[in-house]
């Protein structure tokens, strides 16, 4: 990343940038030239995803224990996640009973897992007639999600596509038309939503599935989204075992083995499309 995009990214001045590149390069979180661009060693990488954890587990505290709005835990969560050591995270993530999202629809991921993309599809990648159930909205910039809670966006809510223009998208959420500019949408993630979605492990050999929704508590739903079981995940089932237990299938292109106890907690609708 080079000191302007920092900057931008941030809100302050390239110097300031430039000047937090450089305790960056200082601490070996990051390597290159303050002058041209830096990027994460290792080290760095995995001390952002330390800090991310970190960021999304109190962002949950302070929604479910402190009853926090929304629209402001991400500030208060910047400056709490630097104050922990490992182990205060982990009992923070105990306490919590092992959350698998943060109140933005964030997976929050266990300790030393990679940190997952936003699940689902940008909003404007649907189309009109679309049912959709909302993932994940994207909590920057600060004014742009304070209004888009405010119109009532949020992790869980079913919105209907209604008109898809190219500067803007009409959705209806609660029966209520809203429009959306396409640089609001595009950071709403949302999933289709089945008219009946069923267990996962029923369906035979062959059969390929998008996952909608991931029952069961936080260690359980975590284990599913470490083998990449997240809504808006194709599945394929492969094969079953002699006596139907356990089921191989096929996720982001790779086999995992699931006991049908796991695999119906995984809710589906099937891909009839070529």
């Known amino acids: 990343m080079e000191a302007g995009a920092l ?9 300031t940038a430039k000047g937090l590149m450089g305790v960056l390069v200082a601490s070996g979180w990051a390597e290159g030239d303050v002058s041209v661009g830096i990027r994460l060693t290792m080290q760095g990488r995995e001390r952002a995803q330390e800090l991310i954890r970190a960021h999304r587990l109190w962002e949950r505290y302070l929604v ?19 104050e922990m050591t490992p182990d205060e995270v982990a009992k923070l993530d105990a306490d919590l009973g092992h959350p698998a999202w943060d109140p933005h629809g964030d997976i929050i991921p266990d300790a030393g897992c990679r940190v997952p993309p936003p699940a689902g599809s940008p909003l404007t990648d649907c189309m009109p007639g679309d049912r959709l159930r909302i993932l994940h909205v ?13 119109m009532g966006f949020g992790p869980g809510v079913e919105v209907e596509m209604v008109e898809h223009q190219p500067r803007y998208l009409t959705v209806r959420v609660a029966g209520s038309p809203l429009i959306l500019a396409t640089a609001a949408a595009e950071r709403i993630h949302a999933v ?14 062959g059969v390929r599935a998008r996952v909608v929704e991931v029952k069961g508590g936080g260690k359980h739903q975590r284990r599913m989204l470490d083998m990449g079981l997240v809504p808006g995940a194709e599945v394929t089932v492969l094969r079953k075992a002699p006596l139907g237990d356990p089921t191989e299938y096929r996720v982001k292109g790779t086999a995992v083995a699931l006991r049908r106890s796991d695999a119906d907690t995984i809710l589906v609708e099937e891909i009839t499309n070529g």
């Open 7 to 15: 900057a931008e990214a941030l809100g302050i001045s390239v110097e």
């Open 64 to 82: 479910d224990r402190e009853g926090m709005p929304l629209e402001v835990i991400h500030a208060e969560a910047n400056i709490r996640e630097h």
């Open 138 to 150: 994207e909590d920057e910039p600060p004014a742009l999600f304070a209004q888009l809670v405010a």
């Open 192 to 205: 289709p939503v089945p008219v009946l979605p069923v267990p996962l492990g029923e369906l035979p050999v």
